[in-house]
């Protein structure tokens, strides 16, 4: 199977900006660790208290956006995780759950209840 998954976890942190809310990149510190509330708007640092921290990462091209929390160290212990987790993916090995299930096999059960939930509710 063709590998197509980024290696690459961005983190970003959404904020509201005199355009709106908007996704901004975090400011890293020299050793690669991401400064609290510090984010880049428009080619600048600002201090932004308020928001939370997203992750992101790209699966066969399309994005994928997960919300990690408020806090600075848990939204970058879950980027470390996930590039943990891309990384380890992309090298072949079995990704599994602290309760024994896979990761696949989690998503595929998650899906068949969702689809499942969705035709009682349609009535299908």
Known sequence: MANTQSRKVNLTKRIETADGLRYCPVVEGVRGRIKPDLVIVNEREERHPEGSYYIEWRI????????VGKDAQEAQNAADRKEAELAAHNNGVAIVNTNGTSLVGAVEQFLEETHKKAKNVLGI
């Open 60 to 67: 066969g091209g399309k994005r994928v956006r997960l919300s």
